[in-house]
């Protein structure tokens, strides 16, 4: 049984970590702020967990939280993750999901030098650092070439995490492209799809708005994404991963997959453009090499495109459908 402090525990992937990492018989920890409303709605859902307040922000009180803690691993999901908002709080985002992962990278430092005990920590790293990436796919040894705010953080946290492993911490960086599941908000924009075209589908009415459809984003499953991020910190040596399928798709053939799922064939009725969810920079193709994963911890995608569109446009067809 290993004792385990998860950052960004309410999120997409903090959740179904934390119910995975419970039901194999891990003692699961997570760190929420005071402003975090999911917090509560978590703990209910989720009995066996124990919650410890702390901020990402606050360098001191985080440090407390891990020594107060003393875990055995460390996931390092917390901080800002939509790219888009991150335009809006570029200082925050650096804060949150930059500095903060050096915060954490100390503190599991400390605690193995003075515990005498391996300390492992699994940063979540993201495809944006590739940015306007210099080749297609991105492999491990891509340069760091970020075009967001966010992308920027992320590198930041992506490098320090490389001089802690140096320094002797046992630190993977988890370079996750894009991951989707049902519990993705509206604020990105599969879910943003999956929902318009459940409520166009179910009532005929609708437009669905959306930015740059040109983008070409490697969709995987969010589960499998949880799964490599264990299988990181479990293996015997601490690296960077690339995390992906292999495979891109364009926002809008995210689109056409969807809508006909629900019986709409007439796209241009349906869909238009709007500048305002265009964002200042954006990188034109993001897709991963996941060689290096899939031979060393042995990381494998479950589901393909198509499955995962249509579960997330029949997830959301039951909610609507159910009056939610
Ligand atoms: O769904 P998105 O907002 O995800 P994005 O920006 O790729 O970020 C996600 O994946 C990253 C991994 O690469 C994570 F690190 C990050 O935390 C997050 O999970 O946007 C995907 C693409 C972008 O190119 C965006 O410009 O969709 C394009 N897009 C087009 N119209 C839109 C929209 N994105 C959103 N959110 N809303 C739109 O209306």
Known sequence: MSRVLITGITGQDGGYLAERLLAEGDEVHGMVHSGDDAAAGFLAGHPGIALHDGDLGDSAGLSRVVEAVGPDEIYNLGGISSVAFSWEQPVLTAELSGV???VVFQSALQLQERAGRRVAVVQASSSEIFGDAAESPQD?????RPVSPYGAAKAYAHHIAGVYRSRGLHVASCILF???SPRRPTTFV????TSAAARIG???TGVLSLGNLDARRDWGWAPDYVDAMVRAARHESPDDFVVATGTSHSVSDFVRSAF???GIEDLPAHLETDE???RPVDAPELVGNATKARREPQLRPTLSFEEIVDRRVDHDLATLGEGG
């Open 202 to 204: 179910l009532t005929g």
């Open 178 to 180: 894009n991951h989707e």
């Open 190 to 193: 599969t879910r943003k799809i």
């Open 100 to 102: 903060a992962a050096a």
């Open 276 to 278: 305002a969810f265009v």
């Open 140 to 144: 491990e040894e891509t340069p760091v």
């Open 260 to 262: 006909p799922r629900v």
